[in-house]
């Protein structure tokens, strides 16, 4: 089946460092990747949405600059924190949508915890 | 606006017992619903989803929902719970006219299962 793999899947780091989390699709082309942040014991909540070589669509009151989307080829999208602070700690989950699958066919990705001190 | 509730927070149920666990939602029109699963630091695995046709669904690992259009309601269910369930449980919707395609999620079910 359609794999996405995201890595890192944990990572810490120094308060007002940046940070480069990697969603890559192994079998298929992710033409829309879906970016979501998830608060311990709380709902996903999505960022933004990428499409490969567009721009990305960020959700409201998420911060463009602060959280820079990449989607440079339909196997690769990446999200950086940059300036991470402590509340930015969080878990951050990517979701691929499946061609052929439909609308709403998407894969996951592992998430990545990112802690940061 | 368009929203998602799962009611119980925490739920314990003992090996071998049923399981429900609910999902209400709030929504202009019938959205598209589904139930994912996700064990700790993990994504999310989809159990069943539900587009139109039949209200019961059947999905992976034995689960299955119904969909109740009066109630606006898609419980899960699952009629004999194994330790290995034990997982968050999260219900979501898409609207039909979506060409983004986006999910709303609910704030998710904790499951723990007694041996």
């Known amino acids: 089946g359609a794999v996405v793999s995201q890595h890192p899947s944990w990572v810490i780091c120094k308060s007002g460092t940046s940070v480069k989390i990697e969603c890559r699709s192994l079998?298929?082309?992710?033409?829309?990747m879906f970016w979501y942040r998830q608060f311990p014991k709380q709902s996903l909540m999505l960022m933004a949405t990428s499409n490969e070589g567009s721009k990305a669509t960020y959700e409201q009151g998420v911060e463009k600059d602060k959280f820079l989307i990449n989607h440079a080829s339909l196997t690769l999208s990446t999200l950086t924190v940059t300036s991470a602070h402590p509340e930015d700690s969080s878990f951050y989950i990517c979701s691929a949508r499946v061609a052929g699958q439909g609308r709403y066919g998407y894969t996951f990705g592992s998430g990545t915890r990112l802690t940061v001190v | 606006a368009q929203s998602v509730t799962q009611p119980d927070i925490h739920i314990t149920v003992s090996e071998g017992a049923s399981l429900e666990l609910r999902c209400n939602y709030s929504?202009?029109?019938?959205?598209?619903l589904f139930w994912y699963v996700q064990s700790p630091g993990q994504g999310l695995q989809l159990l069943l989803k539900y587009f139109s046709g039949d209200t019961l669904v059947q999905g992976i690992k034995g689960f299955e929902a119904e969909f109740k259009r009066s109630q606006s309601s898609f419980n899960l269910r699952k009629p004999s719970v194994h330790w290995s369930d034990a997982a968050e449980y999260f219900c979501?919707?898409?609207?039909?006219?979506?060409?983004?395609?986006?999910?709303?999620f609910g704030q998710g079910t904790t499951l723990q299962v007694k041996p």
């Open positions: 079998d298929f082309q992710a033409t829309t």
């Open positions: 979501a919707v898409g609207a039909r006219s979506s060409n983004t395609g986006k999910l709303i």
């Open positions: 929504y202009g029109a019938t959205p598209y």
